[in-house]
């Protein structure tokens, strides 16, 4: 059975503060950040549904009437403005999560052929998911703060001591439920993102920690 990471783990790359970026963070950050980045955009190109803040994000436009990209830079900063009471920080990593992950995100999505056979579409569904779970695990190690939506979740795991992996679960699929009401739409890949994603970042966190003690001793 594949453990489940319940915290984040203190690896050799992470930062003092959420401003002290080092030449040792920046490989992990970046690689981070485009694993997740490509991982949005294979799932939006499957055409079996996005992930549940994309969802939502659809759901607000809609009502809205303003494009996804407005909608989605508005939810990051409504997320953001929930970040105050939590003593949640930003920092450089924040930064780089808004403008890396859009930029692969638009590269993938218009780079990569859409499949039509369902085998490669459930192939780019999964590889979406572990994809943005080693990637969530990588640059959430920096310790350069969370991009908003897993700023969220970091900081409620601090606050309610719950595990990252019931936190993530809880919040992705409250947003799929509220997008899908908006009218915001799912498909089934968006559907097994909500149910897997928890579990997939808390593997890539355990993987990632033992890799770091067997390299230490």
Same mark, same amino acid.
């Given at each position: 059975m594949i453990k489940l990471s319940h915290k984040i783990p203190v690896t050799p790359w992470r930062a003092k503060n959420t401003w002290d970026l080092r030449p040792r963070m920046i490989l992990p950050l970046v690689?981070?950040?485009?694993?997740?980045?490509?991982?949005?955009?294979?799932l939006v190109v499957s055409h079996w549904?996005?992930?549940p803040w994309t969802?939502?994000?659809?759901?607000?436009?809609?009502?809205?009437?303003?494009?996804?990209?407005?909608?989605?830079?508005?939810?990051?900063?409504?997320?953001?403005?929930?970040?105050?009471? /939590?003593?949640?920080?930003? #920092? %450089? @990593? &924040?930064?780089?999560?808004?403008i890396i992950i859009a930029y692969v995100l638009d590269i993938t999505s218009a780079t990569v052929p859409i499949p039509h056979d369902d085998w490669v579409k459930a192939g780019y569904m999964v590889g979406a998911v572990a994809l943005i779970g080693v990637g969530s695990a990588l640059y959430l190690?920096?310790?350069?703060?969370?991009?908003?939506?897993?700023?969220?979740m970091t900081s409620l795991h601090?606050?309610?001591?719950?595990?990252?992996?019931?936190?993530?679960l809880t919040l992705e699929v409250m947003v799929l439920v509220v997008g899908w009401? /908006?009218?915001?739409?799912? #498909? %089934? @890949? &968006?559907?097994f993102f909500a149910g897997t994603i928890g579990f997939s970042i808390g593997a890539s966190l355990n993987a990632l920690d033992w890799c770091v003690r067997k390299w230490s001793t």
């Open positions: 690689l981070g950040l485009t694993m997740f980045g490509c991982g949005e955009g294979l549904g996005a992930t969802v939502f994000a659809q759901g607000i436009a809609r009502h809205a009437h303003i494009s996804l990209g407005w909608s989605t830079a508005a939810i990051s900063c409504v997320v953001l403005l929930a970040w105050w009471p /939590l003593r949640e920080r930003p #920092g %450089i @990593g &924040t930064i780089a999560n808004l190690t920096c310790g350069l703060g969370p991009g908003p939506r897993d700023g969220l601090r606050r309610l001591g719950v595990s990252v992996v019931y936190v993530r009401l /908006l009218g915001g739409t799912v #498909g %089934i @890949g &968006t559907a």
